[in-house]
């Protein structure tokens, strides 16, 4: 089982940078394929980023070139970089972790691009 903890999250002007951070704790998490979603009130949760558990990334065509996705199996950890955000950026960020065994979700963290 893993527990997910998200951070980063904040008030930013479009053009700028965010880093949210995903501490997990838990065993097996290097097995674990890592997801960023985001989800504005009203609609779906979408996923914007994705990491494979052998760091293999990829992205929704929305954030692609901006945003960047890492993970650091020894401190168990994944990142979403965000560069050149937009107003259309702003949603509750949800870290995620998928596998065979199991799927676990973060309580989110809000990020809001002012324009």
């Known amino acids: 089982q893993l527990q997910l903890v998200e951070s980063g999250g904040g008030l930013v002007q479009t053009g700028g940078s965010l880093r949210l951070s995903c501490a997990a704790s838990g065993t097996m998490f290097s097995f674990f394929a890592m997801r960023w979603y985001r989800q504005v009130p009203g609609k779906q949760r979408e996923s914007v980023a994705s990491i494979s558990s052998s760091g293999v990334a990829g992205y929704a065509d929305s954030v692609k070139g901006r945003f960047t996705i890492s993970r650091d199996n020894v401190k168990k950890m994944v990142y979403l970089q965000m560069n050149m955000l937009k107003p259309e950026d702003t949603a509750v960020y949800y870290c995620?972790?998928?596998?065979?065994?199991?799927?676990?979700w973060g309580q989110g963290t809000q990020v809001t691009v002012s324009s």
């Open positions: 995620n972790a998928f596998h065979a065994v199991g799927n676990y």
